[in-house]
């Protein structure tokens, strides 16, 4: 059973600071990763996605992934209000075609 | 923009009956996907669809089954709805490496 594994939260962080959120996966063939950010009564939406080791930026978001370590974390900078949601990571393999397995996803609380 | 819509927001129904969720998309993509939503679960794949008249089981197919008889349109039918159906459903559509959701439906089972 491959299982993708967050801390469920909530994460509180002051307004302005940088929130880190961590994800690690139980199958080392997983290739690909994603971060979904899910509002409150509403459907995830893709905020980015990463295939290789190392640092993705885009904004305000900075996705890392350690495949020897089996995890991926998504920081979020200079934190908004905004920002308030829950942050479910997903992964891919190329085995499974193409199904996502998905994290239980870790709220944010962005305090002003 | 990329529209998904579900036919419900909302539904109730009670043990044993025959339920339909029906997804609309918009944008000619090929895949098409159903999941369930739980508190604590995250998202779960029930079925998907990678072309007309195609369907693959995902993780937690027992208790249902999909039709995808035209390419803009997947239904997921619960057979014989029980308790433990009570869940969020969201329809997803697949371009390239994003997945696009509708806006789901919350479906009571007493």
């Known amino acids: 059973q491959k299982e993708v594994e967050q801390n469920s939260g909530p994460l509180s962080v002051p307004e302005g600071a940088i929130a880190s959120l961590n994800c690690t996966y139980s199958?080392?063939?997983?290739?690909?990763f994603f971060w979904y950010r899910q509002y409150s009564g509403k459907s995830p939406e893709l905020i980015m996605f990463?295939?290789?080791?190392g640092d993705k930026e885009d904004g305000r978001f900075t996705a890392q992934l350690n495949k020897a370590s089996q995890y991926v974390s998504l920081l979020i900078r200079d934190s908004q209000p905004s920002d308030s949601a829950t942050y479910l990571c997903?992964?891919?393999?190329?085995?499974?075609?193409?199904?996502?397995?998905f994290g239980g996803g870790t709220r944010v609380l962005v305090k002003p | 923009d990329v529209k998904v819509t579900q036919s419900s927001r909302y539904l109730v129904k009670r043990t044993g009956e025959k339920v339909f969720l029906e997804c609309v998309q918009d944008?000619?993509?090929?895949?098409m996907f159903w999941y369930r939503q739980d508190p604590g679960l995250g998202l779960r794949l029930i079925y998907f669809?990678?072309?007309?008249?195609?369907?693959e089981k995902g993780d937690i197919p027992e208790g249902y089954s999909v039709s995808r008889e035209k390419k803009e349109r997947f239904s997921l039918i619960l057979e014989s709805a029980s308790t433990n159906q009570t869940s969020m459903y969201l329809c997803?559509?697949?371009?390239?490496?994003?997945?696009?959701f509708g806006p789901g439906t919350r479906l009571l089972v007493l």
């Open positions: 997903a992964v891919k393999d190329k085995a499974a075609g193409n199904k996502l397995t």
């Open positions: 944008m000619d993509h090929e895949n």
């Open positions: 669809s990678y072309d007309v008249k195609m369907k």
């Open positions: 199958d080392r063939g997983s290739q690909s």
């Open positions: 997803a559509t697949r371009d390239q490496e994003t997945q696009y």
């Open positions: 990463i295939y290789s080791n």
